[in-house]
């Protein structure tokens, strides 16, 4: 390893699991001290026993705007900045067994894919240092027209028009499909 991140301070919400967890890996094994989100305590214990060192589990989620102010005053108290914000939390695609998709389906899918990266970031920012990163977690869903995505697709497409233009720190990747 470089040690590129050393002494970087990294918030990856959706850092208990998946693609969350595994950067969260390769960021501390770069040299960053890192706080890890998700819901569920358990997976957030497994994920911390996982990385090993230099992390912070912050259980909360980031539909919540009160779980996001108790992630940020931890994050202030104990590293007082942030070098890299990852806005990596979603839930997945298909409504439950397949039905069509319900409005509970779609505020679940929208208040945590958008909403919450919207406010994570936003509620990221006075902590930010100067050349900080921001990086969100899109996916290829949104223009391949997944039968059954439809409000993950268009979850997705909408956190990719919120990183706007003229930032160049701040970068969407999206991934296909990792199962
Ligand atoms: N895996 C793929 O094939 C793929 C493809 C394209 C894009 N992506 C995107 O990549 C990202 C990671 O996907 P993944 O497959 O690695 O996911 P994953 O393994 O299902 O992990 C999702 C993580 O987000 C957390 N999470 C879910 N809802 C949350 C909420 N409301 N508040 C806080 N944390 C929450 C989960 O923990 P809890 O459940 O305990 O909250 C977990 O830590 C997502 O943005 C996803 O849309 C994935």
């Known amino acids: 390893m470089s040690g590129k991140l050393e002494n970087k301070v990294a918030v990856i919400t959706g850092g208990s ?3 969350g967890l595994a950067t969260a890996k390769e960021f501390v094994a770069e040299g960053a001290y890192v706080f890890i989100t998700g819901r569920r305590e358990s997976e957030l214990d497994k994920a911390t026993k996982e990385i ?7 259980q909360g989620d980031v539909a919540s ?3 996001l102010d108790r992630l940020f005053d931890v994050v ?3 590293k007082c900045h942030i070098d890299v914000v990852v806005a990596n939390a979603a839930v997945g695609g298909l ?3 397949g039905a069509a998709a319900s409005p509970e389906h779609y505020d679940r899918v929208f208040n945590t894919n958008t909403r919450g990266v ?5 509620k990221a920012l006075p902590l930010l240092n100067d050349g ?3 990086v969100l977690t899109a996916s290829n869903a949104h223009y391949k027209g997944i039968p059954g995505f439809a409000p993950y697709s268009a979850s997705k497409a909408a956190v990719r028009s919120s ?3 003229g930032r160049p720190n701040s970068r969407i990747v999206a991934s296909g499909s990792t199962r």
Do not use: K
């Open 17 to 19: 699991s998946g693609i």
């Open 52 to 58: 090993g060192r230099n992390v912070t589990p912050v």
């Open 65 to 67: 705007f009160d779980d």
């Open 76 to 78: 202030r108290r104990e």
């Open 95 to 97: 409504a439950p067994e």
């Open 118 to 122: 919207f406010f994570t970031v936003q």
């Open 132 to 134: 900080a990163s921001i």
């Open 163 to 165: 990183r706007g233009r």
